[in-house]
C-alpha cells in the first residue's frame, strides 16, 4: 500500500459548476476524513467516516457540500454549485481508530481546487 | 474560538539558529500530535505524545508534552533549510469521538 491517494491534484472550475473529488484511503485504515485548507492555515474539519458511516459533519459544510464512502472503502467529496470561496486545499486523511490507538491521521497530497 | 494557539504564527532564520515553538491550550488533551507540511504537500505525522511531561527526540527536533497535557513545544536544534515548512499541531481531546483538534500551524522558514 503506497499510503492515501486522491484524485485529481488540481482542478480548476468555473464559478456554479459541481465539482467531485475522490480519496483512497490506505486499506486497513477504518477512518477517513475530509478537511479544506487555505494557504498557511492549518486543516479545517469538514466531516468524517468511520468505515461507511459519516459520523460527523462540521457546520462549516454547507448543503452544497456531500460527501460518501460506500462500502466503507474510498471517499468522494462533492460540491455543487462552487463558489470563488470554495478556492482551497481540500485534504483527505484516514487512520486506524481503535481503543488504544490515537488517531494519527495520514494524509494524501491533497486536491487543489481553484473556482474562477 | 481557537482551541489549540500556536505561536509563533511565522519565523524566519538563519541556518544553524536553535527554534522553540509552542501549542498552547485550556483544554486537556489525550495525547497531542505534531505534524510537517510542505508546499501542495498533505501533513506528515512526526510524533505523538501522551504522557504528561513526556519528551521525544526525532534527530534534531525535541517535542515535549506539558505535564497538565494542555500545552507542547517543539524545539529544533541547528535548523537547515530542509525544516523549511508549516509545522501543525493536533490534540486528541478523550472521549468516544476523539477527533483531532488543529492549530493554525507555525509558518518555518530557515535560510541558507
Known amino acids: 500500500d503506497t499510503g492515501v491517494s486522491q484524485n485529481p491534484r488540481h482542478k480548476i472550475t468555473k464559478r456554479g459548476q459541481n465539482v467531485t473529488f475522490r480519496c483512497d484511503p490506505i486499506?486497513?485504515?477504518?477512518?477517513l476524513y475530509w478537511y479544506r485548507q487555505t494557504l498557511g492555515q492549518g486543516p479545517e474539519f469538514l466531516t468524517y467516516?468511520?468505515?461507511?458511516?459519516?459520523?460527523?459533519k462540521s457546520r462549516l459544510l454547507s448543503d452544497r457540500f456531500s460527501a460518501e464512502r460506500p462500502k466503507g472503502s474510498f471517499s468522494t467529496l462533492e460540491i455543487q454549485r462552487t463558489e470563488q470561496g470554495d478556492s482551497a486545499m481540500y485534504l483527505c486523511?484516514?487512520?486506524?481508530?481503535?481503543?488504544?490507538?490515537?488517531?494519527?491521521?495520514?494524509f494524501g497530497p491533497g486536491t487543489r481546487l481553484t473556482v474562477l | 474560538t481557537q482551541l489549540l494557539e500556536q505561536s509563533p504564527q511565522f519565523l524566519s532564520i538563519q541556518e544553524g539558529e536553535n527554534l522553540t515553538v509552542y501549542c498552547n491550550s485550556s483544554s486537556v488533551f489525550s495525547s497531542l500530535q505534531w505534524y510537517r507540511q510542505e508546499p501542495g504537500e498533505g501533513p506528515v505525522l512526526l510524533v505523538t505524545?501522551?504522557?504528561g511531561g513526556e519528551v521525544k527526540k526525532l534527530k534534531r527536533l525535541t517535542f515535549q508534552f506539558g505535564d497538565a497535557r494542555k500545552d507542547s513545544s517543539l524545539h529544533i536544534t541547528a535548523a537547515q533549510p530542509g525544516d523549511t515548512g508549516l509545522y501543525l499541531c493536533?490534540?486528541?481531546?478523550?472521549?468516544?469521538?476523539?477527533?483531532?483538534?488543529w492549530g493554525l500551524g507555525t509558518s518555518l522558514a530557515v535560510n541558507p
Open positions: 486499506s486497513e485504515h477504518n477512518r
Open positions: 486523511a484516514s487512520s486506524f481508530r481503535s481503543r488504544i490507538s490515537y488517531n494519527e491521521q495520514f
Open positions: 505524545v501522551v504522557t
Open positions: 493536533a490534540g486528541e481531546r478523550a472521549g468516544n469521538n476523539r477527533k483531532l483538534i
Open positions: 467516516f468511520q468505515n461507511e458511516a459519516q459520523l460527523e
